[in-house]
């Protein structure tokens, strides 16, 4: 046994010892090509063609155009731009790939049509360089598009090699850190990208062909407020005091439903200082939409008419494949309260509960722990969290909210436990959130002094007092539904995609040691 184990530890000691040396070797390749790479550089710089003095090119046509349109555009001269990703040498005559924007065209390089000189120096062209092209479009003998090229420009010396397997296929943190190496070499990114801005023109589209007026409201605000969250804090110096990254624009939406204008969205960032994960990010975008004299039923039908359409347009189809599971976006979607839905799926009436004490019980008997000072609603809502959403697959409006959940959202008539207030859900995920909007000043100012005695025992995520919003709604405001989705993980959807990191362009990334 002693030896087997001594024969173990040398086997693991020469494994270690040659990845130690594949790693040296792999640093010593690297610092030589980029040792050469800068040689080049400095050599185009001594003859005087420094290629990052060249200030534009002008780009006549994109490979997608070209290929796309190919029959009108073969014989053609055209200009491209973009970044060599292959070279493949063949003597007298090369070829090369340029990738742009859209999609990748070949360039046919020949030494009798751009000169020994200018061959030369495209042959010490590297992949990764952004170079410019002018030529004809034509289909070789083997029927790829491509420019046979007349003229060739370096306009950006690339010096750092691209990978050759791109390792942020597997190591994530390294693609959300540098993204812009991510979406050079792996297309299915960049196509996330350009949907998500689809997705957002899409959505305004909608909301600004039904009336509705797009509005800014301030991101630095002297309190906080629009949602339960812990806000980040910042300094104003001129004034010496502090100011709070907006949690959400609600309050000041309404404000402007106050004034008159009746329907407003706004889409932009909100910050939350909170935990990140696969959900969560500090930054993150949503569009909120208030309409005056419609409440949350009317906000539902708002609310699938609008994903429903989006899809539709960017997707060309209402029916996705979202992790594998099928989502069919086709109106009109499930609708439960969250009573029922805690009876269906955790087998707990609250129908039949009536106090606090049987409400702890009944969490007893699912083994959920309770904090001491929960109601019985927040008992209900916590029972829904824990028990329900997870098998919210296909889109479902969950209504009906306990009125300790929702210091924002009008009371229920035929029940004031309750608010008439409904979250959406899809594979499991809120997507958005929507309320009858609470428009009674003197309930509203009594539920913010609950929430700052919350605040006083603790709770960083309960809401300020907020007196100039409480003025506004004593002037009076008209019944009013109002609406929040969020917008990247309506993209994650959109493009199948499970972390919130691989939607935003560049996410919060603790820094490296």
């Known amino acids: 046994m002693i030896l087997r184990g001594r024969i173990y530890k040398e086997k693991m000691e020469e494994k270690v010892m040659t990845e130690i040396q594949d790693n040296n070797r792999e640093f010593e390749d690297l610092n030589e090509i980029l040792r050469v790479r800068r040689q080049k550089l400095a050599e185009l710089q001594s003859k005087g063609k420094d290629p990052f003095t060249i200030v534009k090119y002008d780009v006549t046509s994109s490979s997608k155009e070209i290929k796309d349109n190919f029959e009108q555009m073969e014989g053609k001269v055209v200009s491209v731009a973009g970044r060599i990703m292959s070279k493949r040498g063949m003597g007298k005559a090369s070829f090369c790939d340029l990738q742009d924007r859209e999609d990748r065209i070949q360039l046919y390089v020949r030494i009798d049509a ?17 170079v410019g092209a002018k030529g004809e479009v034509f289909r070789t003998h083997k029927g790829e598009i491509s420019v046979k090229v007349e003229e060739i420009t370096l306009l950006a010396k690339s010096l750092q090699p691209l990978p050759e397997k791109w390792h942020g296929l597997k190591d994530t943190d390294l693609r959300y850190r540098q993204r812009y190496v991510d979406l050079i070499v792996n297309p299915e990114v960049k196509k996330t990208f350009i949907l998500r801005s689809r997705i957002i023109s899409a959505v305004r589209k909608y909301l600004d062909q039904r009336g509705f007026l797009e509005v800014e409201t301030p991101i630095l605000s002297p309190i906080p407020g629009g949602a339960n969250a812990r806000p980040f804090i910042t300094h104003h110096n001129t004034l010496d005091m502090d100011l709070y990254l907006r949690i959400a624009p609600e309050l000041y939406l309404k404000r402007l439903i106050v004034g008159g204008l009746e329907k407003v969205y706004e889409l932009g960032r909100v910050f939350r200082n909170e935990g990140m994960s696969i959900k969560h990010n500090p930054e993150f975008t949503i569009i909120e939409i208030y309409e005056a004299y419609k409440d949350y039923r009317d ?38 309260t969250m009573t029922e839905a805690v009876k269906k799926f955790a087998g707990v009436d609250f129908e039949n509960i009536k106090t606090v004490e049987e409400a702890r019980r009944a969490a007893q008997e699912k083994n959920l722990h309770v904090e001491k000072n929960l109601t019985r609603g927040e008992i209900l809502s916590l029972m829904f969290e824990e028990f329900v959403e997870e098998h919210l697959v296909q889109p479902t409006f969950i209504y009906d909210y306990p009125i300790e959940v929702s210091p924002l959202a009008k009371r229920k008539p035929t029940d004031p436990d309750m608010t008439e207030r409904f979250e959406l859900f899809i594979f499991g995920r809120e ?42 709604l004593e002037y009076g405001m008209p019944p009013t539904g109002g609406l929040g989705i969020g917008i990247d993980r309506l993209v994650m959807l959109f493009t199948d995609n499970y972390s919130i990191r691989d939607v935003l362009l560049f996410p919060t990334m603790k820094p490296r040691d």
């Not at 751009?114 to 952004?130: P, V």
């Not at 960017?314 to 992790?323: A, M, S």
């Open 114 to 130: 751009i000169g020994q000189e200018k061959y030369e120096e495209f042959k010490k062209f590297d992949i990764g360089d952004i």
């Open 299 to 336: 906000m539902m039908e708002l609310t699938e008419n609008l994903i429903s359409s989006v899809a539709l347009e960017v997707l060309g189809t209402t029916k996705i494949v979202y992790q594998g599971q099928e989502i069919d976006l086709t109106p009109p979607w499930n609708r439960m």
């Open 431 to 472: 997507m958005g959130n929507a309320y009858s909007e609470l428009n009674d000043p003197v309930d509203q100012k009594e539920r913010f002094l609950k929430q700052v005695e919350k605040r006083a025992a603790g709770d960083e995520e309960a809401n300020m007092m907020d007196e100039d919003f409480v003025n506004s």
